[in-house]
């Protein structure tokens, strides 16, 4: 039932809740959060996801290398630098967008991935059709209740995938 998308309230609260870790990002000393979730509710995320997999990188698309993509960063970062030794002339940009994942519509993205996989989408909104709560343990030994209403979380395997069917329109 749970794989459906049909769960007790209980159950979804426990599966949703997940634990957050500060990470360092870059030198400038800026963080990026980092969500651990119960093992059971890992497993069948990857399991639903790699059961739908060919369909969702269909949906996606040939323009994004986080998906379906084996070593898509690589890929990306071998193919610019064999583009621009044969374009000397050409201006590369990087852009990383602060916060981008932690700031994605949900919606949005639960409804282009709707698309190709309806089926991961119903269990997936028992987690991101309703604002995450994580606990956050303080420098101090205590924990904090942090919410999210929007964003993907970093940490949980299907995040690639709805980020990038964030970005395109539903």
């Known amino acids: 039932q749970i794989a459906l998308g049909s769960?007790?309230?209980?159950v979804a609260?426990?599966?949703?809740?997940g634990r957050a870790s500060a990470l360092k990002k870059g030198s400038e000393?800026?963080?990026?959060?980092?969500?651990?979730h119960e093992p059971f509710r890992c497993v069948l995320t990857r399991t639903l996801l790699a059961a739908s997999q060919g369909d969702v990188t269909a949906l996606l698309g040939p323009c994004q290398f986080a998906v379906?993509?084996?070593?898509?960063a690589q890929a990306m970062r071998l193919s610019?630098?064999?583009v621009s030794e044969h374009r000397p002339t050409y201006v590369w940009f990087k852009l990383d967008l602060t916060n981008v994942y932690n700031t994605q519509p949900r919606r949005r993205a639960l409804d282009t991935l709707r698309q190709a996989a309806p089926g991961l989408v119903s269990f997936l909104s028992l987690f991101y059709g309703r604002s995450s709560r994580y606990l956050y343990r303080t420098?101090?030994?205590?924990?904090?209740?942090?919410?999210?209403?929007?964003g993907v979380e970093q940490g949980d395997s299907v995040g690639p995938a709805l980020f990038a069917a964030g970005l395109q329109d539903p």
Do not use: M, N, Y
């Not at 379906?68 to 898509?72: E, F, N, T």
């Not at 420098?139 to 929007?150: H, M, P, R, V």
């Open 139 to 150: 420098g101090t030994g205590s924990f904090e209740t942090i919410e999210a209403s929007e």
């Open 13 to 17: 609260d426990v599966l949703a809740l």
């Open 7 to 10: 769960a007790p309230a209980w």
């Open 80 to 82: 610019i630098q064999k």
């Open 29 to 36: 000393g800026d963080v990026r959060p980092l969500v651990c």
């Open 68 to 72: 379906g993509v084996p070593g898509g």
